[in-house]
């Protein structure tokens, strides 16, 4: 039985929470019902919860009301995608709720789990049910009822996390797409997997492991080996992402112990971490790349360490190389905010150099990289607008899943911070050459950017992430997928069969400007008969061909 909730249990709490969400975070993506490659709802969120564990791990809050505070202030800088964003709503007002409190009983944090829900509400222009904000709100309410008879903290937050649950069920049913699916809303589960973690660690229960924990390193005692008792040179350490969950690591095992000794191999389902002493650290990580993705890698030279011992220096090692990294690097990165020498400046959200050329070429000040399955966070943006030397500045997301994370920055600089509500690359760019640089009043640029963003019609071509039956399509995965203006347009296992039909829409919008940027997969060859398909449907149109570099997307289209 808890009571009271003290700051040092509530940093343990959220440490907790953020390993169930990490632990998880591939189940939460697969809730995404869309069949594109975005599917990101568990990534941001641990992401985003990361960030608070980073800054949490640094103090000893010594009230809950500090935990809270250095909790939500991370997770507002952190908060990446619209998931990320609304979890940090809803601990920024659980923090409001705990101000002055030094330790919390059930009553004040059960009312504090409702300021949350509220914060979160305010901040969203559209509150849509069923999403997490529903999960959320229904979860708080309960924990209020507990608490009016219930003194008992674990007992309410329990009470709050079945009510949450009971509540995502209903997600399925108040949204057609999820309920078509047959799945419940990611973020809403996201949000109740922190809340499990949270409790369990109320309840001494283990912290979920990962794939970073799942192996144990192999500890060495450099000062206890001599250089020519050490039979292999360096000490490789590694961890592989998996390419087939069942993949039989056995002949991996089998050489390198031809090769080295002191060998581990750690697995789970989806990665495996490699310990292994070894002369050709080089032919052991190739050997591993057979089996997966490398993930991370650490080789450090045993032979100079026991040397440096033996002589009574400090032995070398990666942790070094890391803080002479960060020496190097801290000018660099310092978070510097620009003194204004003009009124306006620009700044824009895209991936891929061709598209980031584009924007700088039109007139932005600054690119910040990003977009769709790799949302920036509020502060990665903060930091690309506070470089700006200027008043205001006008920030372009691109992105419909990156504009929340954006809005947050306005509070957190002395800068005025105009969110332009684009949602793909080619309304930015459209907005960005309805700019009058020279205008006296902000609304004028403001008025131009939003007004031209509904001239244009964004068409993008990537491939199906999974099997999927959705809106009428049946999609299979590696399938093509067209949309249009983010709705799903078709689906062909030919490239040519999407392009004319696009092709064939733009004849029948008259588009009259057509603009066709190829991704990081696409030759220029493809791409330039891609656009012969366009000039031959839309003869009257202009047809241009430029490399965006983005990746995810083969093409996205431009038709004004």
């Not at 999820?178 to 309840?203: H, N, P, Q």
């Not at 060998?263 to 002369?279: M, N, R």
């Amino acid at each position: 039985m808890n009571e009271h909730i003290t700051g040092a249990l509530f940093k343990q709490m959220i440490l907790h929470g953020a390993a169930e969400i990490t632990a998880q975070k591939q189940a939460i993506n697969d809730l995404n019902v869309f069949p594109v490659p975005d599917g990101d709802t568990g990534t941001n969120m641990s992401m985003t919860i990361a960030t608070a564990v980073a800054e949490l791990c640094k103090s000893e809050p010594a009230t809950v009301e500090k935990a809270a505070s250095v909790t939500a202030s991370a997770l507002l800088r952190g908060a990446r995608g619209n998931s990320g964003v609304i979890l940090s709503l809803l601990f920024r007002g659980l923090s409001k709720g705990l101000k002055g409190v030094e330790s919390a009983d059930a009553a004040t944090f059960a009312a504090a789990m409702q300021e949350g829900v509220s914060a979160a509400y305010k901040a969203v222009m559209k509150p849509a049910e069923g999403t997490v904000l529903t999960v959320s709100r229904l979860a708080a309410k309960r924990a209020v009822d507990v608490a009016a008879t219930e003194s008992d903290v674990e007992k309410v937050l329990e009470e709050a996390i079945r009510e949450g649950y009971e509540a995502l069920a209903q997600t399925t049913e108040m949204n057609p797409v999820l309920k078509k699916a047959g799945v419940v809303d990611a973020g809403g589960k996201g949000y109740l997997l922190i809340l499990e973690g949270m409790l369990a660690e109320m309840r001494g229960e283990p912290m979920p492991e990962t794939a970073e924990n799942e192996a144990q390193e192999t500890s060495i005692d450099y000062g206890a080996i001599a250089a020519e008792e050490i039979t292999f040179t360096f000490d490789t350490v590694f961890i592989v992402r998996k390419a087939n969950p069942d993949v039989d690591l056995e002949p991996l095992r089998q050489y390198l112990s031809s090769i080295g000794d002191s060998l581990v191999i750690g697995e789970d389902d989806e990665a495996f971490k490699v310990h292994v002493h070894t002369d050709i650290p080089g032919d052991a990580l190739n050997e591993g790349q057979k089996y997966g993705v490398l993930e991370l890698a650490k080789i450090e030279n045993m032979r100079t360490q026991a040397d440096d011992m033996a002589a009574g220096r400090k032995t070398q090692s990666v942790d070094d190389l890391d803080a002479e990294e960060a020496a190097m690097h801290t000018a660099e990165d310092e978070h510097v905010v620009a003194a204004p020498e003009k009124k306006y400046g620009f700044l824009a959200v895209c991936a891929g150099d061709g598209l980031a050329a584009v924007f700088r070429d039109l007139g932005t000040d600054g690119v910040v990289s990003g977009g769709q399955t790799m949302n920036p966070s509020t502060e990665s943006i903060l930091a690309g607008v506070d470089k700006i030397p200027a008043e205001t500045v006008f920030v372009l997301p691109n992105n419909g899943n990156i504009i929340m994370a954006a809005q947050q920055c306005d509070a957190l600089t002395e800068k005025n911070v105009i969110v332009i509500p684009t949602k793909t690359v080619p309304q930015g760019i459209t907005a960005m050459m309805n700019v009058d640089f020279d205008a006296e009043d902000a609304q004028n640029i403001i008025d131009a950017m939003t007004e031209s963003i509904a001239t244009v019609t964004t068409a993008q071509i990537t491939y199906a992430a999974r099997n999927s039956d959705f809106d009428g399509f049946d999609i299979k995965e590696g399938d093509y997928l067209a949309l249009e203006e983010g709705k799903l347009f078709g689906t062909d296992g030919s490239l040519n069969v999407l392009l004319e039909k696009l092709a064939a829409d733009a004849m029948e919008r008259d588009a009259s400007f057509i603009s066709l940027y190829y991704g990081e997969d696409v030759t220029e060859e493809a791409a330039q008969a891609a656009a012969k398909i366009f000039e031959a449907s839309c003869p009257d149109a202009e047809v241009v061909v430029l490399g965006g570099g983005q990746p995810v997307y083969y093409y996205i289209i431009s038709m004004e």
